[in-house]
């Protein structure tokens, strides 16, 4: 099944001052858009999501930002997790914004973009994340590990390792096919004659 324009939700998954994985996010972003899907970069920078006390679904008056997020993953179709590792895991706070959801993700499709400094791309995190996309009922896909990053993307986050590319490229598309499988088809519309 080929669907024209996805609706994605890119995470970024730190807030950290002089963040560099918001750089692989912003690219991939920029990537979805051009292939011509409806795509956001979800920046908890912007929410002040709080420290989470409860979740979205069982609180009467849920946090503003909370309740944004929850929105937005409910109406995407690809849920697309930017994350650093920090101690051999996810950034605290991604895993303070996803604890925040639970019914939400359920049936979606996921898929990751993991950084790190050194040579290894995040793959301890990529590993928790495969773990925590599974409790929630959701479907686990592609990944893209960046390694290197402060050589990957300059500054100003400009890609400079151009090697990168062809794999950004290649990871698009397997989002795409990936989250496909679970986008509900189109039924016809056209009316049985009956006799
Ligand atoms: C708190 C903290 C913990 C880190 N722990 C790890 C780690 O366990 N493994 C690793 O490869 N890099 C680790 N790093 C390096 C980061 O992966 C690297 O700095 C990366 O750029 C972080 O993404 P950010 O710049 O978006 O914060 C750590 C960095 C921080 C700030």
């Not at 099944?1 to 890119?10: A, D, E, G, P, Q």
């Not at 002089?18 to 409806?38: C, L, M, W």
């Not at 946090?63 to 849920?79: N, R």
């Not at 301890?124 to 990944?143: K, M, Q, V, Y």
């Amino acid at each position: 099944m080929t669907t024209s324009s996805l609706n994605i939700l890119v995470v970024q998954g730190t807030i950290r001052e002089g963040r560099n994985s918001i750089h692989p996010a912003r690219y991939v972003t920029a990537q979805f858009r051009e292939k011509g899907h409806d795509v956001e970069l979800f920046d908890m920078k912007n929410y002040d999501i709080p420290l989470f006390r409860n979740q979205r679904n069982a609180v009467d008056y849920p946090h503003p930002g909370v309740d944004e997020f929850g929105q937005k993953v409910e109406a995407a179709q690809a849920l697309v997790i930017v994350a650093p590792e920090y101690n051999h895991s996810i950034p605290g706070t991604l895993k303070n914004l996803l604890d925040h959801l639970y019914p939400e993700y359920e049936d979606t499709a996921f898929s990751y973009v993991t950084v790190s400094a050194g040579g290894f791309g995040g793959v301890r995190a990529l590993s928790h994340l495969h773990d925590i996309t599974l409790e929630f009922n959701a479907h686990p896909g592609p990944d893209l590990p960046v390694s290197n990053v402060h050589d990957a993307f300059d500054e100003d986050g400009t890609l400079i390792d151009k090697t990168y590319e062809d794999r950004f490229e290649e990871f698009v598309e397997q989002v795409v096919e990936h989250a496909e499988q679970f986008v509900p088809s189109t039924v016809s519309t056209t009316p049985e004659t009956s006799v």
